[in-house]
């Protein structure tokens, strides 16, 4: 049986067949679109490319926002907008006469690395993407945690504006200050200085700041999930944008209830860790 995953990320798209062990071919890679109806036109083209000698049994798909409740469309996709609604679902499984299941594409990434990558042989599991934006979510026992409407950790509040108004960093797309991803977000980032790598372009004082407000998020992670395992990833922690030596070290200060922090560690998996987490997540929901 031939399966189809799909793991569209707010910058890159990536496609690959699978089976039910591992992936059967090399990825696809090419820009995520804005414009919706241009990414579903390249997504059914490049399926339909692949040229399988059977059917497509099901296909997954990981996508870079909030998802409706019955798990049919994207809710919020902050920095693909023109996404918001959107039938997804119901064009792929009609394009191709297969189920179709849609999924965060952090959680995706977090259950490749929980299964195959750097947290394989941990209970629970909490993966953390530092990349365009900041994504997440909880795995327990190789399966995504049960969540209402997914995991959204990168907006979570790490700072509020005292009474006289003092600046806080906001999001590209959020209406408040003081959110994880406005201290480390790339996109944020970006917004504040000139055009460049950000590894180039911030001092060393801005990439020491980014790792501490890193482990306030991180700690407050570790107090609701009670992880046995960080596994931290995206171009920010690829790139050692951030230091994670710097963010053990503020960990190690902020602590002051658990015996021991959690081990954080680098995901293994890098360009395909959404891929080999569509192929986990087709063993335990269709196999």
Not at 71 to 98: M, V
Not at 129 to 134: A, P, Q
Not at 193 to 204: M, N, S, Y
Not at 207 to 213: G, L, N
Request: with cysteine.
């Amino acid at each position: 049986m031939q399966y189809i995953i799909c793991d569209i990320g707010g910058t890159t798209t990536r496609i690959a067949q699978a089976s039910e062990e591992s992936l059967t071919m090399d990825p696809i890679f090419f820009p995520t679109e804005q414009d919706f109806t241009k990414e579903l036109h390249l997504l059914k083209e490049h399926i339909t490319s692949m040229h399988m000698n059977e059917p497509i049994h099901s296909m997954v798909v990981g996508l870079p926002g909030a998802l409706s409740k019955d798990k049919s469309t994207l809710y919020k996709a902050p920095h693909l907008p023109d996404w918001n609604g959107r039938p997804l679902r119901d064009e792929l499984s009609q394009a191709f006469q297969t189920p179709v299941f849609l999924e965060s594409d952090a959680a995706l990434v977090g259950l490749g690395e929980a299964v195959y990558g750097a947290g394989k042989g941990q209970r629970i599991v909490a993966y953390l993407t530092i990349s365009t934006g900041v994504g997440g979510a909880r795995i327990v026992d190789e399966k995504i945690d049960a969540a209402t409407y997914g995991f959204e950790p990168g907006h979570q509040f790490i700072a509020l504006p005292d009474l006289q108004g003092a600046y806080l960093p906001q999001c590209t797309v959020c209406p408040l200050p003081g959110h994880l991803e406005a201290f480390v977000g790339g996109e944020a980032l970006h917004h504040r200085h000139e055009p460049g790598r950000l590894r180039d372009v911030l001092t060393d004082q801005e990439k020491t700041d980014a790792a501490r407000y890193l482990a306030f998020g991180i700690y407050n992670m570790l107090m609701f999930w009670s992880p046995g395992i960080v596994v931290l990833g995206g171009g920010l922690i690829v790139h050692d944008v951030i230091d994670l030596d710097e963010v053990r070290k503020n960990l190690r200060i902020i602590n002051s209830i658990i015996p021991e922090l959690s081990l954080l560690v680098k995901g293994e998996l890098r360009d395909v860790g959404g891929l080999y987490g569509g192929i986990a997540y087709m063993k335990k929901n269709t196999f």
